[in-house]
């Protein structure tokens, strides 16, 4: 469907039964907040719908990387070593209160 002539033509066709941008909208933003019932009937978020609804979201915006970055991930004792924080760090007490 990489013709603009039959994009245009689906376009019209979709606009026609109502499946226009504004639908779309509607749909991604019904999504984005989706609840289900949760306990004595009060909603809970459906964060497996929202996730997918600001997914499409995301795709429809064009927001995503468009090529792949690696990103570095440190442990807390990398991040110790590089910042040459190690010997100040490596004992915290922290206050025990006494059993009452």
Not at 13 to 21: A, F, I, R, S, T
Not at 36 to 52: E, L, M, T, Y
Not at 57 to 76: E, H
Request: proline share 6%.
């Amino acid at each position: 469907m990489s013709s603009p002539s039959v994009k245009a033509a689906v376009a019209d066709v979709l606009e026609e039964h109502g499946l226009d941008d504004n639908f779309i909208a509607s749909c991604v933003r019904d999504l984005c907040l989706a609840a289900k019932p949760g306990k004595n009937g009060v909603p809970v978020p459906d964060w497996i719908g929202r996730s997918r609804g600001l997914d499409i979201l995301c795709k429809i915006r064009g927001t995503y990387a468009a090529t792949q970055t690696d990103i570095n991930v440190f442990s807390f004792e990398q991040m110790l070593t590089e910042l040459d924080l190690d010997e100040e760090m490596k004992v915290i007490t922290l206050p025990v209160s006494s059993p009452r």
